[in-house]
């Protein structure tokens, strides 16, 4: 990970700007592009973290189990929730890494002139 740690009040500062509509397009076309490496990164990294075993199985049957529609509809988004966030945090914690490889590698570019 990192060697440099950011402040809070770095990060807030750097989710504002990303916040402007330009900044986030020109993210998300880099995002697209790198989509499948990204996509294999992020399964392999919640098999490896056991978020997709017997457990999660597990819940799936429970939700699919339940009688009642309403209550099954309620389960089904709460499992779909969680999920969400965690694929949203494994995906921040690879967004970390890229920028530190992306930076490590803009690093060694510049040496070498």
Same mark, same amino acid.
């Given at each position: 990970? #990192?060697?440099? *740690?950011?402040?809070a009040?770095?990060?807030?500062? #750097?989710? $504002?700007a990303? $916040?402007?509509? @330009?900044?986030? &397009?020109? =993210? ?6 790198? &989509? ?7 399964? $392999? &990294?919640?098999?490896a973290?056991g978020?997709?075993?017997? &457990?999660?199985q597990g !819940?799936i049957?429970r939700v699919?189990?339940?009688? %009642?529609g309403?209550?099954?509809r309620?389960?089904? =988004?709460?499992l779909?929730a @969680?999920?969400s966030?965690? +694929?949203m945090?494994?995906?921040v +914690?690879v967004?970390?890494?890229?920028a530190?490889?992306?930076?490590? #590698? %803009?690093?060694?570019? *510049?040496? !070498?002139?």
């Open positions: 990970m #990192a060697e440099h *740690r950011y402040s009040e770095q990060v807030d500062a #750097a989710v $504002a990303i $916040a402007d509509g @330009e900044r986030f &397009a020109d =993210a998300q076309e880099l995002v697209t592009h790198a &989509a499948p490496g990204l996509q294999q990164i992020l399964g $392999a &990294a919640l098999d973290g978020f997709f075993d017997s &457990a999660h !819940e049957s699919s189990g339940v009688d %009642d309403e209550q099954r309620i389960a089904l =988004a709460e779909v @969680e999920e966030r965690l +694929a945090l494994v995906g +914690a967004g970390l890494a890229l530190d490889e992306l930076a490590a #590698a %803009d690093d060694q570019q *510049r040496s !070498e002139r």
